[in-house]
């Protein structure tokens, strides 16, 4: 059974940083892209970034790029968001989700993980 | 402002059919394939349609995809009360080299 279990969430002051981890388990983890999405307080979902299964590609958001890095450990089935200079806009839930068919098809997502951004 | 633009909200009556639109461009929609999700409240979305309009395992025939030009449409026939979520779409914008969801479709079955 596939399984995403993302972690690292918590409140943050603005300016501040936050790494979140995404533990996979239940497939072949570096056979898959893999993408987060956010979901602020009452919205609707954006995608964030995904990275390719060998971690040479990576693609972003024009909201998080030059903050955000996506990163990858296959050797750890864990894919990685590392967030700096955080704004009040990035507060959100935020998921990884298993890319499984073409152009951001995700079969698989995790629970979500919660980062606030406030004072 | 979502890039891909969907009604905010939809409604039918139990038994009847939906439609929800999903408008792109040429750069998204246009050239390359859409998923639906529905999500419920305080959930994790879940994949209904993918590459235009293959149901994912275990998605009942209700559900169905399509798409033409620079818009698909996700359908749902016989609609149930279980079926009132938020549903959204997604593909990869290849000018921005960046996925893009729709803004979301509130689905109410009256």
């Known amino acids: 059974e596939v399984q995403l279990v993302e972690s690292g969430g918590g409140l943050v002051q603005p300016g501040g940083s936050l790494r979140l981890s995404c533990a996979a388990s239940?497939?072949?983890?570096?056979?898959?892209?893999m993408t987060w999405v956010r979901q602020a307080p009452g919205k609707g979902l954006e995608w964030v970034a995904n990275?390719?299964?060998?971690?040479?590609?990576?693609y972003y958001a024009d909201s998080v790029k030059g903050r955000f890095t996506i990163s990858r450990d296959n050797a750890k089935n864990s894919v990685y968001l590392q967030m700096n200079s955080l704004r009040a806009e990035d507060t959100a839930v935020y998921y990884c989700?298993?890319?499984?068919?073409?152009?951001?098809?995700?079969?698989?997502w995790g629970q979500g993980t919660l980062v606030t951004v406030s004072s | 402002q979502s890039v891909l633009t969907q009604p905010p909200s939809v409604s039918a009556a139990p038994g009847q059919k939906v439609t929800i639109s999903c408008s792109g461009s040429?750069?998204?929609?246009?050239?390359?394939?859409v998923s639906w999700y529905r999500q419920l409240p305080g959930t994790a979305p879940k994949i209904l349609i993918y590459?235009?309009?293959k149901r994912h395992s275990g998605i009942p025939d209700r559900f169905s995809g399509s798409k033409s030009g620079t818009s698909a449409t996700l359908g749902i026939t016989g609609l149930q009360t279980g079926d009132e979520a938020d549903y959204y779409c997604?593909?990869?914008?290849?000018?921005?080299?960046?996925?893009?969801f729709g803004g979301g479709t509130k689905l109410t079955v009256l």
């Open positions: 989700a298993r890319v499984a068919y073409v152009d951001e098809g995700f079969d698989s």
């Open positions: 239940g497939f072949i983890f570096s056979n898959y892209w």
């Open positions: 990275i390719k299964g060998d971690g040479s590609t990576r």
């Open positions: 040429s750069s998204n929609i246009g050239n390359n394939y």
């Open positions: 590459e235009n309009n």
């Open positions: 997604v593909t990869f914008d290849s000018s921005l080299n960046a996925g893009v």
